[in-house]
């Protein structure tokens, strides 16, 4: 894969960012915000599918707390 064409103003970002981060390249830069984007989506997907399963299997869990906290013992063979 080759070189990617950038603007002017993303550039001097990219430029400035190289000094901030304290890096030796614009390749650097670009590593590390690939890294960082692909966290957040990770993070961004993770809470997505907890939030899914809540809203599918939420009751079950709360009534099962609800036994445990009430004395009640949860067992599958019964």
């Known amino acids: 894969m080759g070189a990617i064409a950038v603007s ?3 550039e001097e970002r990219i430029a400035r960012l190289v000094e ?3 890096v030796r390249s614009k390749a650097a ?3 590390i915000a ?3 984007l692909e966290r957040v989506m990770a993070r961004r997907e993770l809470a997505t599918a907890v939030r899914d399963y809540v809203r599918r299997h939420g ?3 709360r009534r099962e707390n609800a036994m445990i906290a009430g004395g009640w013992a949860v067992h599958e063979d019964e």
């Open 8 to 10: 002017a103003a993303d």
């Open 59 to 61: 009751d079950l869990d």
């Open 20 to 22: 901030r981060v304290g």
């Open 34 to 36: 690939l890294d960082e």
């Open 29 to 31: 830069v670009v590593r």
